[in-house]
């Protein structure tokens, strides 16, 4: 063999390893970390902020666990996922401000936060934590005009409400779908 046809046969050597390794990672990313289901693909980082990647079912499960585990009081706006299928964002309102949503969005958030305090669940009768949208009460982006009465929930119930939709929602969640933060704030849809 002349030297040429060894460097040939070198390169073809390395683009393969190099391929196989890019296959294994590809493989890897979509696994589900918790039960190992190949092209689980979706993306969710925990209270603590390390990042992993779940199959819907144990997405719903871990996303239950950390909305549960919160102290704070929320706003939930029933998902949208068939119109708007790439996250459910939660923002506090610090957050929202660097979002760039207008002041009076933010000042409506608080106060219909304000207004959770000393209400029962409507589904099970314990002190409520939630005040739960239904999706056509919200005009996305428009925060500022959520008018309706809400529906006063505890964190089980808002999250036995909301599991269904992530279960059917039309595609895996690349990015964007978040863990709540430990302050107040709002789970809504997000258009990119
Ligand atoms: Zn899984
Ligand atoms: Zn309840």
Known sequence: MDT???KIIIYVLIGGAVLFALVKLAGRLGKCNVCGEEGA???Y???SGKSMILCKNHLVEKWKADVKST??????IEPDFNTY?????YA???QLRAWEYPKSAEDNINSILDKIAGKNCAGCGKSATVAFFKKEDYNFPNMEDIKAEPKYLCKSCV???????ILSAPKPFVEGFMPPTPDRGVYHIQEF
């Open 41 to 43: 693909g979706n993306s």
């Open 4 to 6: 040429e046809t060894i």
């Open 45 to 47: 980082s925990d209270l």
């Open 159 to 165: 999250v036995d409400k909301v599991a269904p939709l």
């Open 85 to 89: 299928p790439n996250g459910y964002m």
């Open 71 to 76: 102290q704070n009081t929320m706003i939930v």
């Open 92 to 94: 506090n309102t610090k």
